[in-house]
C-alpha cells in the first residue's frame, strides 16, 4: 500500500462563523489549509468534504461542486460524504481511498458545520429536531432532544453497568474545559469549570432529562467551524515541497457501522468501534500501549470514557476511572483530548472528525501549546463516531519516518 501522510491542517475557531455563507465557509477551508503551506489550491489532485445537517439546516446540497468552485479545482474527482457526526473522518478516508487508488498525489478534505444564525444565535429546538433525524425512526418517540436523550440512557446503563458515579463522568468535562484554555481556537476557552459546578444542579447546569443523569456540562457544544487536511503520498508531499520531517503518516485507519437503533445492541461495548480501532492498529502495527496521544468523540461525557476503552487506554467500565487518576492528562499515561475535546472545543459536527486528526498530528509535530503539549509523543489514535454509537472511524498516526 502506498503511505500517506497530512502534509497541512487548518481549522477555524470552533463556536460562531455569524453571516458566514456555505461557499464562504467551504472556500475558506481550502485557501487556508493551502495557506499553512504556501501552495495554491491548483496542487490538488483529488478532494472530499463532509457536512451532516447542510440539507437540514442550511438548504444547500452538492457541497462538492461548491469546493469545486475554488478556483484550481474545478473538474477533478471531489465526493461529499455524510456519516453523521462521522461525516468529517469519512471524508479524510475518503481522499486516503482515492490517492491509494492512484488517483493523484495530493487530495483536501474538508469538513464544516453551520449551525447557528447570522447573529451567532441557535435555535436549539431546530437543531434537536434535525439532530434527530440520525436515530432510528422507533427510537425518536417521546424525546424532546433525541440524542442527549439517547446518550442520558447510555449514561445511565454505564453508571449502573460499572459502577461509575456522577462525579466521575463530570470529571472529563472539568479536565477538558482546562485544557480548552490553551486552544486558541476552542469554542469554550474563556471557561472553566470546578467539579463542584460541573455536578452542583444549579443555573445553566440542569438535568437534561427527568429521571436521568446527563446534565448540561456532560453535554458538547453546539458550534459553527470548519477544518481541513492536506494529505498526500510521498511523491506529493516532494510536489509541496513539504518535508518528512515536518509531515505525520496516517498510518491505520478503520471504519465500521453496527445497526442504527441502539436498543438490542451492547452500546457499552460498541462491536463496530472496537472493530474499527483494532483494524487501524493493525493496519499501523501499532499497538494501544504505543500511543501516548489520543483524541474521542466525547459528544457527552460517557463517550469520553467509552471512547477510552476503545481505544484501548482502559479495560471496558475502567474509562471513568482513567480520568479521575489524572491518566487523561498532559503528562499522563496518554493525553486524551488535549484540544478541550467536542465539549469544550466544540462540536462543529461535519469537521469535528478532521479536527481530531489534525490536532493529533499537532501534538506529534510538537506545535500544540506548550501547556497542553505532550512532551515525548510517539503515536496518535483518534476515535470518531456518528449516531447513537452507530458509524466508528478510527485512525492512528505517528511522525513520518
Not at 203 to 209: A, F, H, I, Q, W
Not at 240 to 249: D, F, I, N, S, T
Request: charged share 20%.
Amino acid at each position: 500500500m502506498r503511505r500517506i501522510y497530512i502534509a497541512s491542517y487548518h481549522q477555524s475557531k470552533f463556536g460562531k462563523l455569524m453571516d458566514l455563507k456555505v461557499p464562504q465557509i467551504i472556500a475558506n477551508a481550502v485557501n487556508g489549509v493551502c495557506r499553512q503551506i504556501s501552495v495554491a489550491p491548483a496542487a490538488i489532485d483529488v478532494g472530499s468534504i463532509g457536512a451532516a445537517c447542510n440539507f437540514t439546516l442550511n438548504e444547500q446540497g452538492l457541497l462538492a461542486g461548491l469546493m469545486a468552485s475554488v478556483p484550481g479545482l474545478e473538474g477533478k474527482p471531489i465526493e461529499a460524504v455524510e456519516n453523521a457526526c462521522a461525516s468529517g473522518g469519512m471524508a479524510v478516508l475518503s481522499v486516503g481511498h482515492k490517492l491509494q487508488l492512484g488517483m493523484g498525489e495530493v487530495g483536501v478534505a474538508v469538513g464544516y458545520e453551520k449551525m447557528r444564525d447570522a447573529e451567532g444565535k441557535m435555535d436549539g429546538a431546530l437543531v434537536g429536531k434535525v439532530l434527530g433525524y440520525f436515530s432510528h425512526p422507533e427510537e425518536r418517540t417521546g424525546k424532546v432532544y433525541v440524542f442527549p436523550h439517547l446518550f442520558a440512557e447510555v449514561m445511565r446503563d454505564y453508571m449502573a453497568v460499572h459502577g461509575a458515579t456522577e462525579g466521575d463522568l463530570a470529571q472529563i468535562a472539568v479536565s477538558e474545559y482546562a485544557k480548552a484554555r490553551y486552544n486558541p481556537c476552542a469554542q469554550m476557552n474563556k471557561v472553566q469549570i470546578t467539579l463542584e459546578q460541573a455536578t452542583k444542579i444549579e443555573g445553566s447546569n440542569r438535568y437534561v432529562v427527568s429521571g436521568l443523569p446527563l446534565k448540561t456540562y456532560d453535554c458538547s457544544q453546539i458550534s459553527d467551524g470548519y477544518a481541513a487536511l492536506i494529505l498526500a503520498t510521498a511523491e506529493g508531499l516532494n510536489r509541496l515541497g513539504v518535508p518528512k520531517a515536518e509531515a505525520v503518516e496516517l498510518a491505520g485507519w478503520g471504519q465500521a457501522t453496527d445497526a442504527l437503533k441502539k436498543e438490542g445492541r451492547d452500546v457499552l461495548r460498541p462491536a463496530g468501534a472496537y472493530r474499527a480501532m483494532n483494524k487501524a492498529y493493525e493496519m499501523a502495527g501499532v499497538k494501544p500501549a504505543d500511543v501516548n496521544v489520543a483524541e474521542v468523540h466525547d459528544c457527552f461525557t460517557v463517550m469520553g470514557a467509552i471512547g477510552t476503552e476503545v481505544i484501548g487506554k482502559a479495560q471496558p467500565g475502567k474509562g471513568a476511572k482513567y480520568w479521575v487518576e489524572g491518566n487523561a492528562e498532559p503528562d499522563g499515561g496518554c493525553a486524551i483530548n488535549t484540544s478541550g475535546g467536542l465539549i469544550a472545543k466544540g462540536h462543529p459536527v461535519g469537521a469535528t472528525g478532521i479536527a481530531m486528526i489534525g490536532w493529533a498530528a499537532q501534538q506529534l509535530l510538537g506545535k500544540a501549546p506548550v501547556e497542553v503539549q505532550v512532551k515525548n509523543p510517539k503515536a496518535a489514535a483518534t476515535f470518531n463516531i456518528g449516531g447513537p454509537i452507530c458509524a466508528s472511524v478510527c485512525t492512528v498516526l505517528r511522525r513520518a519516518l
